[in-house]
């Protein structure tokens, strides 16, 4: 691992994770429970992101959510389970620092929820496949960062599901950059069940101080870890991890 992936782990380890988020701290009308990160999928009463990760991991009947991160260049298309491609991408690979930091995650991640992640070095039969990119061909001219894209299950067409992580590298360079953390963290968070908060995630009660799944930057820099009211969210979907660790 590079001295530059160290010292970005090393800020994760220590700031900022949302230090200001309690709810001593934090004004009354800033406090963002756990339930408006567990928000519906607007136009679909009763179906929740989580659902479509609930599909994904039927797929083998196991806890584990294996991953895949893409390391390919140049333009790729992206399809559903039915085979249907509706997704054109200009892929520009995975850093060494973009891999450790997806992988650090997981593995922070691993003890705190009663899931478990494994990367596999082909996108067969994985439940989460992450893209950089500089185009995806949805997106047209808007100033997008990233996006998650349910593939299969109930949500898309049927067959096995899974989720396509798109995240925009924003500076082109082999360094990842907080915003660009931020967006991975965000993405993983959306791939995992978390809502924006309360379905409104430019709602100036809250930045990333308290959520990561908010867009707004806070007050000490773009977050990339996930606060403790995320976690909590995070656990009444998947429970607390019950594992013995090894």
């Keep these: 691992m590079t001295l530059l992936v160290d010292s970005l782990l090393a800020e994760v380890d220590g700031l900022p994770e949302g230090s200001c988020s309690c709810?001593?701290?934090?004004?009354?009308?800033?406090?963002?429970?756990?339930?408006?990160?567990?928000s519906e999928i607007p136009g679909l009463p009763g179906f929740h992101l989580y659902?479509?990760?609930?599909?994904?991991?039927?797929?083998?009947?196991?806890?584990?959510l294996d991953y895949y991160i893409d390391k390919s260049f140049g333009w790729d298309y992206l399809g559903n389970a039915d085979g249907w491609i509706d997704t054109a991408i200009h892929s520009v690979g995975h850093s060494t620092t973009d891999?450790?930091?997806?992988?650090?995650?997981?593995?922070?991640?691993?003890?705190?929820?009663?899931?478990?992640f494994r990367r596999r070095y082909t996108n067969y039969g994985t439940e989460i496949d992450f893209y950089s990119v500089n185009y995806v061909s949805a997106w047209g001219d808007q100033p997008m960062l990233g996006q998650v894209v349910p593939r299969g299950g109930r949500l898309a067409g049927g067959g096995g599901a899974w989720w396509d992580v798109l995240w925009r590298?924003?500076?082109?360079?082999?360094?990842?950059?907080?915003?660009?953390?931020n967006t991975i963290v965000h993405e993983i968070g959306h791939a995992l069940g978390l809502s924006h908060p309360n379905n409104d995630p430019f709602n100036g009660n809250w930045n990333t101080d308290d959520?990561?799944?908010?867009?707004?930057?806070?007050?000490?820099?773009?977050?990339?870890?996930f606060s403790d009211t995320d976690i909590a969210a995070l656990q009444a979907i998947w429970g607390v991890e019950n594992d013995a660790l090894v």
């Design 23 to 38: 709810t001593t701290c934090m004004p009354l009308a800033r406090r963002l429970s756990a339930d408006g990160l567990l």
């Design 51 to 64: 659902d479509h990760t609930i599909d994904a991991l039927l797929n083998d009947g196991d806890e584990t």
């Design 99 to 116: 891999i450790a930091f997806i992988q650090y995650v997981f593995n922070r991640l691993d003890p705190l929820i009663d899931l478990d």
């Design 169 to 181: 590298d924003t500076d082109g360079l082999s360094s990842l950059s907080e915003m660009d953390a």
């Design 211 to 225: 959520t990561v799944m908010s867009y707004n930057i806070s007050p000490d820099g773009w977050d990339y870890w």
